[in-house]
């Protein structure tokens, strides 16, 4: 069976100092993959896709960036964090067609 | 793809049926709709999908009008632990982008 696995799950980072998340997916290949981030009390913004290696759409221009340097790893980044980077990061991926989104358990990051 | 619109708040006493609206007016012909719930702080769970026949499964039922502007998602016995965030989107087949709204957060109360 297919599972996605996301972390870390809490994470306090101080203003300025880079980021990284990572996710992975097991039991399938070719995964679309997405990351939404949800503020606090918000709902779900979605920040990047992706629907291969090296092929990512960014949705909101902002501080963070995307990559997939392997089928089923999608890594979140920041150079520099930023006050308003917290919040609750979530990946995501789905087959191909019509399949639903799978979420993972989240990353819960606050910049201090 | 299409918008769309959910009350932001609903209640429901446990036992009794939870219904929950989804406004898609401007949805296309090839779009599905999709619902989620999200537990506090988890991931969003998938609960059902529909093109335009209703459809049921161990979680839910999912009803869409027949001019498939809205849908309404039931939980036929209502738990406490159904209380949760649920969304509503629309999807074409062909599209990878999918937007989430602010969806209903269901209070199921005993």
């Known amino acids: 069976s297919q599972t996605i696995h996301q972390w870390p799950a809490t994470l306090v980072q101080p203003v300025g100092s880079p980021l990284s998340l990572e996710c992975t997916v097991e039991?399938?290949?070719?995964?679309?993959l997405y990351w939404y981030r949800q503020a606090a009390g918000r709902g779900l913004q979605l920040l990047f896709y992706s629907i291969g290696i090296d092929q990512i759409s960014s949705e909101v221009p902002q501080n963070l960036s995307a990559s997939r340097p392997q089928d089923r790893q999608f890594i979140l980044s920041s150079k520099k964090l930023l006050l308003s980077d917290s919040g609750f990061y979530l990946c995501?991926?789905?087959?191909?067609?019509?399949?639903?989104?799978?979420f993972g358990n989240g990353t819960r990051l606050t910049v201090t | 793809d299409a918008k769309t619109t959910q009350p932001p708040s609903m209640d429901c006493a446990e036992g009794r049926a939870a219904n929950l609206p989804c406004n898609h007016s401007?949805?296309?012909?090839?779009?599905?709709v999709y619902w989620y719930r999200q537990i506090h702080s988890q991931g969003p769970q998938y609960i059902i999908h529909g093109l335009k026949n209703n459809e049921t499964n161990e979680m839910a039922s999912l009803i869409i009008t027949e001019d498939r502007k809205s849908s309404t998602l039931i939980l036929p016995h209502a738990t406490l632990r159904d209380t949760a965030v649920y969304y509503c989107?629309?999807?074409?087949?062909?599209?990878?982008?999918?937007?989430f709204g602010t969806g209903t957060r269901l209070q199921v109360f005993p």
């Open positions: 989107i629309v999807r074409r087949d062909n599209t990878d982008k999918l937007i």
């Open positions: 039991g399938t290949s070719n995964p679309n």
């Open positions: 401007t949805i296309s012909g090839n779009e599905y």
């Open positions: 995501a991926w789905r087959g191909q067609g019509r399949s639903p989104l799978h």
